[in-house]
């Protein structure tokens, strides 16, 4: 089946360590995104990929790093640097670089920095 | 600016109809999209409008006015399962901004 993974489901870390989140797809989308949801608010960009080997920040992008070695994979670290890191962390993928017609996300992290 | 903005929640019952408005500043924008979200959960697509004018896809229909700023999300014949977080998106080239979303509880 054709879709997004992002592992692990829950993740729990201890303040000052970085942490990577995966996300793979197997739907041979150009575009990826990387998207961070606080309780009761939206979705905010942190870093979106158009290309392999290429990426842009987003709107809250400080504190977070991220690599598109593989058109297929598009891991978000999150350093000590990131002052609320606590947060469901979404990663979605749409078929070309406009961005539609539509994202598909994955299941999303929910990380907890104690 | 860019923002979004959406009534924070709205109740209904069951088998009623519900319409979800959305308003933004015009620039920018090249589609509308709207998301369902239950909790926990991650968005799946409901619909997208490029031009004016409604969408209909089964239960829901999607509206848009670009020179207004507004859109709406219509929800009929509405059931238990219906009940989730409704988000409006903006599309500026390869990005989507989204709306806080619209938590919608349906009771029996």
């Known amino acids: 089946d054709g879709g997004i993974t992002q592992s692990p489901k829950y993740l729990f870390r201890k303040e000052g360590q970085n942490v990577t989140l995966s996300c793979e797809q197997n739907l041979n989308h150009d575009a990826m995104y990387w998207y961070r949801q606080d309780p009761g608010q939206g979705l905010r960009l942190i870093y979106y990929s158009q290309i392999v080997n290429d990426f842009q920040k987003g709107d809250i992008a400080e504190g977070y790093s991220v690599s598109r070695e593989k058109k297929e994979s598009f891991p978000l670290t999150v350093t000590s640097a990131q002052k609320n890191p606590t947060a469901f962390y979404l990663c979605a993928s749409s078929i070309d670089r406009g961005g539609g017609p539509e994202q598909f996300f994955g299941p999303g992290t929910r990380l907890t920095v104690l | 600016g860019q923002n979004i903005d959406q009534p924070t929640e709205m109740t209904a019952t069951e088998g009623a109809i519900v319409q979800i408005n959305c308003t933004y500043q015009?620039?920018?924008?090249?589609?509308l999209f709207w998301y369902q979200q239950h909790a926990g959960e991650a968005p799946t697509f409901l619909s997208y409008n490029v031009l004016d004018g409604l969408e209909e896809k089964g239960r829901f229909s999607s509206f848009l006015s670009r020179s207004k700023g507004y859109s709406y999300l219509l929800l009929k014949e509405l059931q238990m399962k219906d009940s989730a977080s409704y988000l409006c998106?903006?599309?500026?080239?390869?990005?989507?901004?989204f709306g806080a979303g619209t938590q919608v509880v349906v009771t029996p």
């Open positions: 998106a903006g599309r500026r080239g390869g990005k989507l901004q």
């Open positions: 015009t620039s920018g924008f090249n589609g």
